[in-house]
């Protein structure tokens, strides 16, 4: 099993960690501190030994930060998690707020006096954020300081060690582009720029780069390291040597020199001495990075992480890995809705049992090599709670009447998928399926897109609301984001999202999951990965427009869709869909799984009126 | 009449005014010029004696900039000028550049070398722009030298003079709230922001703050002024004592301090001797009042102009008014439609009598002030001219087979109209008819869109243009302005369109306006404007949407309406906007126009299948 229902959150131990941070600000002469959940790479997943947030509040989500001062203390979460946040952390020790509702600096603003001085530890936090905060806090005269050493770290006794997963190629077949030739790419960019170096600090932008793949953190197969690009030499990669087998070293030392991390801060010292032009990325490399080249003597450019829209936008032979993978991965998820349909009734099936099930199905191809996250397998009201983790003492059974969500992924080496269903268990309310069908039409009005050159992730977000809104409702996350090749499931730059600034680009390849979220009752959401095509023509018009193509194939629960509220195009949409998710997994199925996706995958009709 | 259809293009002027130019640079020193269509005010209509740009280059539109270096020069206009661009400026003196896609910042960079000396006019630059080009520039090494008084000013023999408009007072009972309860709203802002005082440099900003009008410029009712708010103290306004009549003297005089242009300097540097906190909006206010303050010895802080969205936001007075001229709009736009429809096939209807005409029908409503914008009025491929001026020599007919587009409005001391509308002359060709469609589809979605508390104008933008983009089309506009009370045509913040990073609020007044142009062959577009309401709940929902009130009163053309691609609702929709129009435009209009509009106004009905 790559998932645990161990209960990681105890809102009990939250007050006497705090009592002891708070005994470490007076010795550090502090007035707060600020903890995020981020290590020094700022990628979603972090080792133990960086799960510094979770420690002092209880708090295990993927995103958010706390603050703590000699009286106050707040942890600041997003939509997806305020239901989680007050389940897991101490209400008394921590006010819980949701951003972007609640701001940070609004909240140091009532809290902190003039002349107080805020820590923080700026291997944490990034250039952009440590300036925003800063330059927020500088107009109600209160300092924000850079901590030698990390605070928590300071009263933290059993600090898990750094991890030491072991490091593999990641083969030709599957990256369809060597790490020679992404490296001169990269080269002729920073060339262009007229920069003579880039640090890269994402760890997935590493993997991709020197196509490796490592097992550091949980889910992510990425590698934690750092990598100096040089815009005339050899590439420099920091790299505990424990990771590597000779295999692994014989492939980095082909492109790059490999160095231990203990080097990181002498190399960089190097282009200080040499007054290079290093380019870093302000919204996703530490501000210790600038602290440290600028004291060398370096100069600072900024611009994005030059990785990000070549690894975003999937190769040839990526593409084709990503359609292989997702055949696997969808005859997996139809066995196991098969399975559920069947099972579920019959009782006896909770959200651990489904989710060891569903991961079980996974392991039965041969070539899952992790799933992509922990599963979220809610049930009832459990499935309202948008990045629900199933733990032994939150579990709870499929019931009828209920709606069961279960979203998930594989990480395979041709591909990562993600994919979310919600399956009605016995009868539905009419009120869930009306729901269940207007999110339904959201998912169609992004899968159905077509838009032009220049589409930004915010453009496209709206379409998926539009239907929702219009009968009063919303969801508190985006519609989508970025998936990496054997790589993040969520993969920058692309995010369909209100804040999605970035161009959606052909090749990339992104999630469309709207969803509805009833506290307290049940949690609906529809995921399909789609692949971005080429700007092409449309018979009629006039510009080039790209569209999506559905990739992920599962059938979607035909007993939850009102067929009156969709429109022509829409349930043509929808029958199309079965058939090609019938056409493609049908054949690699047993019978009995074959007989129920038949008549799961059946055209839906409209009753004539 | 408020508008004229002279020849003011004639590219052939180019070529000398530039060689003129190039001598002035050498004079001074520069090796380049930016000549921005802009007043010290940075409103979107300037007094001739400002009309620099197009004075150097014959284009009239009202956004672009031009940049003259010793041996290249180029015009940067937006998408919907480019084709007036191409036909008023000389292609062998100025490249005409289209941006977003081409960029001045990139364009300099290919034309200037390292150590070159950009000028500029302080006074007619944001400060936001100077500090992005000024950036851009940097990189390669170039400067941006800000010139004593103005380049082209030195040359242009004849100049007008600067205009002396005659000011009133805006009454109550169209403004709804006084002059002296505004400012004490807007010090109250300044106070919480800790500011000492803000310059207003926009004229609307100035004309809303203290309840007058003027008309320095043309069919927008502004004075040419500025002022200074002070957080303790009375306002200072800075404006012409001529165009103040007593009464207009006496309103000013009750709740400012009345100071001539030339005092400004001394009051900036009287703020500077203060040391004071002056907040300026940097995307709204010359650089010049930078230098001014800074050298005076002030603290700048930025914020946005704070008259901005108080004044976007219309009280219930405002609204009120907007509702009676709208109606009163409506009736003068109907009986020119009803004019239209037989006055066009009997021949001898050209561009110019048809905006004659309809100038003629809102004057008879014995109420108008001025109109809100030179008429467009485009035949056939004029319509495609997304900002087309009809002058005697672009003047066509309106004949059988084509399209007439015709946007248009009046101010009316309760409010502001911009309406548009395409008419069919003859019988129009499938395709105008099935593309109309597609634009009728685009205006009901924004029309019945409802949308939650923090949605921006850009997430509402998406929404008109889908249907277009799965037809492979799309225009290159906004999808709608805000529109001020008896003010600007064309008013901030909020804009429906990608770039609109402003909250649509309520009271808000905006236009609703997607087209399709064919290059060539003729332009459609469905303009009416539409109030925001208030947050409400929406039956069957959870979440209180907004959602707009279509304002505008005058029938679409139903024989461009293919009603097999309307949805059920969007049919509905037409024909509640239709029974409308009728109900409340019909008691209004004599018997021939009543019959009329009856027939335009008739519900549509699907065709059995």
């Known amino acids: 099993m790559f998932q645990n229902f161990d209960d990681i959150a105890d ?90 509702n609640a701001k940070l600096s609004a909240w140091l603003g009532d809290n902190l006096k003039a002349g107080d001085k805020l820590g923080y530890d700026p291997r944490l936090h990034t250039i952009a954020e440590i300036e925003r905060l800063g330059e927020a806090l500088a107009k109600q005269d209160t300092g924000l300081v850079a901590s030698r050493g990390n605070l928590v770290d300071a009263i933290w ?73 040089h815009a005339q030499d050899r590439p420099e990669i920091f790299i505990d040597e424990r990771k590597l087998g000779d295999n692994a070293r014989g492939h980095l030392a082909a492109v790059a020199t490999i160095r231990s991390p203990e080097e990181l801060s002498d190399s960089l010292s190097r282009l200080g001495q040499a007054e290079a032009r290093v380019r870093l990325d302000p919204n996703r490399t530490a501000q210790w990075f600038v602290e440290a080249l600028e004291e060398a003597g370096a100069l600072i450019t900024r611009a994005p992480d030059p990785c990000l829209t070549p690894k975003a936008r999937k190769n040839a032979v990526e593409i084709s890995g990503a359609r292989k993978a997702q055949l696997r991965d969808g005859i997996a998820v139809t066995r196991f809705l098969a399975w559920l349909d ?41 499935g309202a709670i948008v990045h629900y983790r199933v733990t032994r003492s939150t579990n709870r059974a499929l019931a009828p009447g209920e709606l069961y969500l279960v979203d998930s992924g594989g990480q395979y080496e041709d591909g990562t998928t993600d994919i979310t269903r919600t399956i009605a268990i016995g009868e539905p309310s009419d009120e869930m399926r009306t729901r269940f069908t207007l999110v339904l039409k959201a998912h169609i009005a992004i899968a ?152 799961a995958a059946k055209p839906l009709t409209r009753v004539a009126s």
């Open 157 to 229: 006794q059993d600090r898990p060690a750094e991890p030491l997963g072991q490091i593999a190629p990641h083969e030709l077949r599957f990256a369809g582009q060597s790490a020679a030739n992404k490296i001169a790419d990269l080269q002729a960019q920073l060339v262009e720029a007229g920069d003579d170096a880039t640090v890269l600090t994402l760890t997935d932008s590493i993997a991709w780069t020197f196509n490796i793949r490592g097992s550091d953190v949980a889910h992510t197969p990425v590698p934690l390291a750092f990598a100096i690009l």
């Open 448 to 599: 159905t897109a077509r838009f032009p050159q220049g589409t930004r992730g915010c453009d496209i977000d709206p379409l998926a609301r539009h239907a929702l809104w219009q009968a009063g409702l919303d969801f508190d996350h985006g519609t989508g984001h970025g998936v990496g090749s054997y790589l993040s499931v969520h993969e920058g730059p692309a995010s369909i999202s209100k804040r999605g600034a970035a161009e959606i680009e052909p090749g990339m390849i992104l999630s469309n999951e709207p969803g509805y979220y009833k506290e307290g009752a049940y949690g609906i959401r529809i995921e399909n990965l789609v692949l971005v095509g080429e700007l092409e023509e449309v018979a009629g018009g006039e510009r080039a427009m790209m569209s999506f193509e559905t990739l992920t194939l599962a059938p979607i629960d035909r007993r939850l869709v009102v067929v009156s509220l969709l429109s022509d195009d829409e349930l043509a949409w929808l029958n199309a869909y079965h058939a090609l998710v019938a056409g493609e997994i049908g054949p690699h199925l047993q019978d009995d799984d074959r007989s129920w996706l038949k008549a």
């Open 11 to 100: 809102p009990s131990r939250g007050p006497l960690r705090v009592a002891k941070l708070r005994e470490q600000l007076v010795h550090d002469g502090l007035d707060g501190y600020l903890i995020p959940r981020a290590d020094e790479h700022q990628g979603e997943y972090v080792p133990p030994s960086a799960e510094r947030l979770s420690w002092l509040t209880g708090f295990s989500g993927s995103a958010g930060a706390a603050v703590v001062l000699a009286d106050a203390a707040a942890l600041f979460v997003d939509g997806r998690y305020t239901v989680q946040a007050r389940a897991q952390v101490d209400a008394d020790t921590f006010e819980i707020l949701q951003v972007p």
């Open 342 to 382: 069947i099972a579920a009734p019959a009782g006896g099936v909770d959200e651990i049992v489904a989710a060891k099930k569903l991961e079980e199905f996974r392991s039965d191809t041969g070539e899952l090599k992790e799933i992509s996250f922990d599963t979220i397998s809610g049930a009832g009201p459990n």
